[in-house]
């Protein structure tokens, strides 16, 4: 019977012999077990398995002779190739179970390769040939999970800069446009209340006025979005508010820019004290009204019904304009989602209803909607009365 020390120099005889054969039965092995779920690479690992066999090869002999049973620690084998390997690996999207998989197929076709002409297998040859393997795998994985948490890193680190980009970049949108934005509006506003202005100028001045509103919502909408992104949550800060004399000042407002259409309020006429945020609160009452007046026939009417309840207040706002689509109700809420999708761009970005409902939540409440071509639609806003501080800023 051949010594530990002989069997090991034939096993690594013929792992440098068989190589195309130990390779053949690899590939058959992997592809019919479903180790990968992909086409494999053939460039990579399957060119330099026979530079790795080579490596495990050179490690049974290096065993062999420094101990003919293997009674010292087994020698390190096959590292750069199986770095390779992993590197390789992780960039054509294998998972790090993959890897390892692939290690111990090729460890029982060798075993099996063996046992064709080796019907009992040294233990020491058998422990020198399994801890080469293992130090591969291991050598796999390491790299495998170095590429990965370089990946990560760099990722965390471009995304990181990206935002601090694009909060310089906003901020100095909002500054460099609201400003003067903000004259063109007192311009306007001090050109209008001019006396004896022919109606085509105070029309003008009117649409003038108007469309710097619309810039500023647009810009203010821009910033709500980039923060509620880059930090999970709109800040609100609430304080004591009576959202009865609140959605009057909304109306009022809402009345002027749309001069001739009508808006009803229903509701018991009474004080509705809460702890709200009040700019943010008119924000949403605003962005309500003012979709529900856009998107309604001229001649209909606007309804704002209210509803008290000792711990929440709900205010709905309703139109009788053409139904969103039913496929169309579950995304209304969504960022960049337009009430019309075939509006233009520049007027909306489709952030206005997102932002609402974002609102909504930061004060412990909700936004929702139903629409139907026999109901209309109803946007409804529901705020509980006491104060919340998790959206508080």
Known sequence: MPTCSQQAHALADRLEREQQVIVDRWLRRVRAEGVAARPLPAPELVDRLPEFLEQLAAALRRGAEEDACGETDPPTSAGRVAREHGTQRY??????????????????????LFAETEPCLDVGASRLLIHATSTGIAAAVEQFSTEREADV???QEALLKAREYEEQLIGVVSHDLRNPLTIITHCAE?????EHLPAPVCRQLQRLRGATDRAM???????????????????????????RLLLREVIDE????????????????????GCWDPDRIAQVLTNLLDNALKFSPPDS??????????????????????????????????PFQRADPDANARVSLGLGLHISRQLAQAHGGDLSVESSAEAG?????????????DGAG
Do not use: W
């Open 91 to 112: 960039r054509h999207g294998f998972d790090i179970r993959a890897v390892v998989d692939e290690y111990t197929v090729l460890l029982d076709v060798l075993f099996d």
């Open 301 to 334: 009417l606007v309804r704002v019904e209210t509803e008290l309840a000792p711990d929440r207040v709900t205010v709905a706002v309703h139109n009788r304009g053409e139904p969103i689509p039913p496929e169309r109700l579950g995304s209304v809420f969504e």
């Open 153 to 155: 890193q760099f990722s």
């Open 190 to 194: 001090l050109m209008r209340r001019t």
């Open 254 to 273: 809402a009345m002027l820019t749309h001069p001739g259409r009508t808006i009803e309020r229903a509701g018991a006429d009474e004080r509705m004290v």
């Open 377 to 389: 639609t109803r946007f409804t806003l529901t705020l509980p009365r006491g104060c919340t501080r």
């Open 217 to 243: 919502r647009l810009i203010g909408d821009l910033l709500d979005f980039t923060q509620a992104r880059n930090q999970g949550r709109i800040s609100v800060k609430p304080v004591t508010v009576d959202l």
